[in-house]
């Protein structure tokens, strides 16, 4: 069984609809008491870092995220969601995260880039893949995916699974142990984003 969490934060229609086009029930999960009987569960989030790690403490949501990843099941972040499993974000201030993966999101830092460029990094770029991982399995060495955010991993590479260039490379695909995160949004990543939720489904 797959979880979604449910916090308030993110859209929990396009991930359920991805998965449906595999052929793959996911259930949405609210309470925190619950989240231990999945198998694999999926924090998806759209929106304010700091906000986000407020609903789900509000919920309780954070510590039965933080106890799933240590039992060693599967857990993937998704955008906002990727974000939240670092330690601290600097978005509308420092703010603690759920410290599962060491590093920090930070804001793309403007002054290195092209004038052409703006934030957020909105739209469809690559992802260049750094290290082999079931996730990227049947992959190619570059891929297609769909981005929007204005924040970014910064983090040491031996967690960083792929990489994309918008001004300068930044970690858009992490990987600790059982717990993946990817930047882009897989869910309105067309094929490429598919191939990725059917390999997390496979796990």
């Known amino acids: 069984m797959i979880g979604l969490i449910d916090y308030n934060m993110g859209n929990l229609r396009s ?8 052929g793959v029930a996911v259930e949405i ?32 949501l954070d ?13 993937l972040g998704i955008c906002l969601g990727m974000q939240l499993l670092f330690e601290s974000s600097v978005e509308f201030g420092d703010c603690a995260g759920l ?18 460029l703006k934030v957020p990094h909105m739209g469809w770029n690559q992802l260049h893949v750094k ?8 992959m190619p060495e570059s891929f297609y995916l769909y981005f929007v955010h204005s924040f970014h991993a910064q983090c040491d590479d031996q967690y960083t699974i ?3 260039m ?9 990987q600790k142990n059982n717990v993946f995160g990817f930047q882009p949004h897989p869910e309105k990543s067309h094929a490429n984003g598919l191939a990725i939720l059917k390999n997390f489904v496979e796990l």
């Open 166 to 174: 918008y001004g300068y490379e930044f970690p858009s695909a992490v």
């Open 63 to 75: 510590e039965a995220v933080r106890a799933f990843a240590i039992s060693g099941k599967p857990l």
């Open 99 to 116: 410290g599962l993966i060491e590093g920090e999101i930070v804001k793309f830092d403007t002054s290195r880039f092209d004038q052409r």
């Open 15 to 22: 991930v359920t609809n991805a998965f449906e086009k595999l």
């Open 131 to 138: 290290k082999e991982t079931p996730l990227f399995k049947g």
């Open 162 to 164: 792929g990489k994309t």
């Open 29 to 60: 999960v609210k309470d925190a008491g619950t989240v231990s009987k999945f198998d694999k569960i999926i924090l998806p989030g759209v929106g304010a870092f700091k906000d986000a790690m407020g609903c789900l403490k509000e919920r309780n």
